[in-house]
């Protein structure tokens, strides 16, 4: 009898997708030691097989250490690429993962990528996000719960439990959470507010912050007095976005959406949901419904990622939608041969 073998693999597909974000071992080297470029009460640096110390200004922190922050404390870390590492309170963080991996043990982040330096991963417990020329915020929470937000770029964000790839652009949030066991839908953000977080408002200036500003002043543009969005919910019989039904509102905003450049539609979302935070579960919920479903790579709108060029990472094969990869079903070689028959068992058939 002819053994059949069928191996069902959910990972296999995350790890293909995380893989073409990978670089070369050209800049791996780079994220293996950073200088610590700015301290704020209780930081310390855990040496491997070491006794944890105060860490100081413009030291090194190489490979196998690992920095960690007290309650009301930060710490800031540049690496040789300018790759920028911003901790909040009570954050573990550990210098120098495989290739250019950086694993955050738990707490708040801020990772900040030049463009064409190589890009980079994040390890955050079950789930790992990939990255090229990107600026995030990220919370690791004792409960388990993982937030990861992009202030300006792209990435795409997996968890292998269940198989997820997905895209999140600026301006976007998901959640992981442990209940569920499986990542959220991208939830849009007002990217002012996030902002006003430590990581950011309490350090120098971001190179990428020209970068966030023009997010930014594209969601403001679509709300602005007498915006199309404004002109479009008057058209719906409202006096004025605040004041909108919430029918009105839907009307009005829907009818944008079904003429928006597809490139564009998320800023539109954005924008939105900043004006009307009591509605956005039915504007994200329309946007969903009305955007066409692709499974492979980003399509013609996703600038920010072109074809490989030096240390650049090249575009992922990448979900741009929340939909868990379909696992992968490995049929036998070998030709399928009928059981043979018995002489003592009856025939079937005719």
Same mark, same amino acid.
């Given at each position: 009898?002819?053994?059949?073998?069928?191996?069902?693999?959910?990972?296999?597909?995350?790890?293909?997708?995380?893989?073409?974000?990978?670089?070369?071992?050209?800049?791996?080297?780079?994220?293996?030691?950073?200088?610590?470029?700015?301290?704020?009460?209780?930081?310390?640096?855990?040496?491997?097989?070491?006794?944890?110390?105060?860490?100081?200004?413009?030291?090194?922190? %190489?490979?196998?250490?690992?920095?960690? &922050?007290?309650?009301?404390?930060?710490?800031?870390?540049?690496?040789?690429?300018?790759?920028?590492?911003?901790?909040?309170?009570?954050?573990?963080?550990?210098?120098?993962?495989?290739?250019?991996?950086?694993?955050?043990?738990?707490?708040?982040?801020?990772?900040?990528?030049?463009?064409?330096?190589?890009?980079?991963?994040?390890?955050?417990?079950?789930? &790992?996000?990939?990255?090229?020329?990107?600026?995030?915020?990220?919370?690791?929470?004792?409960?388990? @719960?993982?937030?990861?937000?992009?202030?300006?770029?792209?990435?795409?964000?997996?968890?292998?439990?269940?198989?997820?790839? @997905?895209?999140?652009?600026?301006?976007?949030?998901?959640?992981?959470?442990?209940?569920?066991?499986?990542?959220?839908?991208?939830?849009?953000?007002?990217?002012?507010?996030?902002?006003?977080?430590?990581?950011?408002?309490?350090?120098?200036?971001?190179?990428?912050?020209?970068?966030?500003?023009?997010?930014?002043?594209?969601?403001?543009?679509?709300?602005?007095?007498?915006?199309?969005?404004?002109?479009?919910?008057?058209?719906?019989?409202?006096?004025?976005?605040?004041?909108?039904?919430?029918?009105?509102?839907?009307?009005?905003?829907?009818?944008?959406?079904?003429?928006?450049?597809?490139?564009?539609?998320?800023?539109?979302?954005?924008?939105?949901? %900043?004006?009307?935070?009591?509605?956005?579960?039915? @504007?994200?919920?329309?946007?969903?419904?009305?955007?066409?479903?692709?499974? %492979?790579?980003?399509?013609?709108?996703?600038?920010?990622?072109?074809?490989?060029?030096?240390?650049?990472?090249?575009?992922?094969?990448?979900?741009?939608?929340?939909?868990? @990869?379909?696992?992968?079903?490995?049929?036998?070689?070998?030709?399928?041969?009928?059981?043979?028959?018995?002489?003592?068992?009856?025939?079937?058939?005719?």
């Amino acid at each position: 009898m002819n053994t059949q073998c069928r191996f069902i693999s959910l990972v296999a597909p995350v790890a293909l997708a995380l893989a073409s974000w990978l670089p070369s071992g050209v800049a791996a080297a780079e994220l293996e030691e950073a200088q610590v470029t700015q301290v704020v009460q209780d930081v310390k640096v855990l040496p491997s097989g070491g006794s944890a110390r105060p860490a100081s200004v413009n030291e090194t922190v %190489r490979k196998g250490n690992a920095v960690q &922050t007290g309650a009301q404390s930060r710490s800031e870390l540049t690496f040789k690429d300018q790759t920028i590492t911003r901790l909040g309170e009570k954050t573990i963080f550990n210098v120098g993962g495989e290739g250019r991996t950086m694993e955050m043990g738990s707490g708040q982040f801020l990772l900040y990528v030049p463009k064409k330096a190589g890009g980079a991963k994040i390890k955050m417990g079950p789930v &790992t996000a990939a990255i090229t020329g990107t600026t995030v915020l990220g919370n690791v929470a004792p409960s388990g @719960i993982i937030e990861f937000t992009v202030l300006e770029g792209s990435a795409c964000i997996s968890y292998g439990g269940m198989g997820q790839s @997905i895209f999140v652009q600026a301006g976007q949030m998901v959640v992981y959470d442990p209940i569920y066991g499986r990542l959220g839908n991208p939830v849009e953000v007002d990217l002012q507010q996030q902002l006003s977080s430590p990581l950011v408002r309490d350090f120098r200036q971001l190179p990428s912050q020209p970068l966030i500003e023009e997010t930014i002043q594209g969601q403001r543009q679509v709300v602005a007095p007498n915006g199309e969005l404004d002109r479009a919910v008057r058209e719906a019989g409202a006096a004025s976005i605040a004041t909108a039904t919430p029918d009105q509102f839907m009307q009005g905003f829907n009818s944008l959406l079904v003429r928006y450049p597809p490139g564009q539609v998320r800023m539109l979302v954005a924008g939105a949901v %900043r004006a009307r935070p009591d509605l956005a579960d039915r @504007i994200t919920a329309s946007a969903a419904a009305a955007r066409p479903v692709r499974y %492979r790579g980003y399509g013609k709108d996703a600038k920010d990622f072109k074809e490989y060029k030096g240390k650049e990472i090249v575009a992922p094969e990448c979900p741009p939608y929340n939909q868990p @990869i379909q696992p992968y079903i490995i049929s036998p070689l070998t030709p399928q041969v009928p059981p043979v028959v018995s002489p003592e068992q009856p025939l079937t058939g005719g």
